[in-house]
């Protein structure tokens, strides 16, 4: 039960449909602006990509930097800590494009 426990936290890290995009851009890119994570999930309103960062920020798996300048700059990055998360992140990103390739063997590619 201990275990399922400690899954159960990572895993709230990860759920959803937005996290693991949001840090697979950051980790691609490095630090990002928000307009330009955005760009790069043309899909995410700007309220999810922002609560979904929040979430992120405050398990300390990415860092918002605020720069007070007219107008303001923000910048995202992954964490130190964070960097953990890359070989996870990765192992699920290999294993979702060789599931996709199973599945057009399985039933073609116009399924």
């Known amino acids: 039960m201990t275990s399922y426990c400690?899954?159960?936290t990572a895993l709230e890290i990860l759920v959803g449909k937005w996290k693991p995009v949001i840090l697979l851009r950051l980790f691609e890119?490095?630090?990002?602006?928000?307009?330009?994570?955005?760009?790069?999930i043309p899909d995410i309103t700007k309220?999810?990509?922002?609560?979904?960062?929040?979430?992120?920020e405050y398990h300390d798996i990415v860092h918002r930097e605020v720069y007070q300048q007219v107008p303001p700059k923000v910048e995202y990055s992954i964490t130190e800590y964070g960097r953990g998360l890359h070989t996870v992140l990765q192992a699920m990103n290999d294993w979702g494009v060789g599931h996709i390739e199973h599945l057009n063997e399985l039933y073609g590619e116009n399924r």
């Open 6 to 8: 400690k899954f159960e």
């Open 29 to 40: 890119n490095g630090t990002m602006r928000f307009s330009e994570l955005q760009k790069t």
């Open 47 to 56: 309220k999810m990509l922002t609560q979904q960062l929040r979430e992120l």
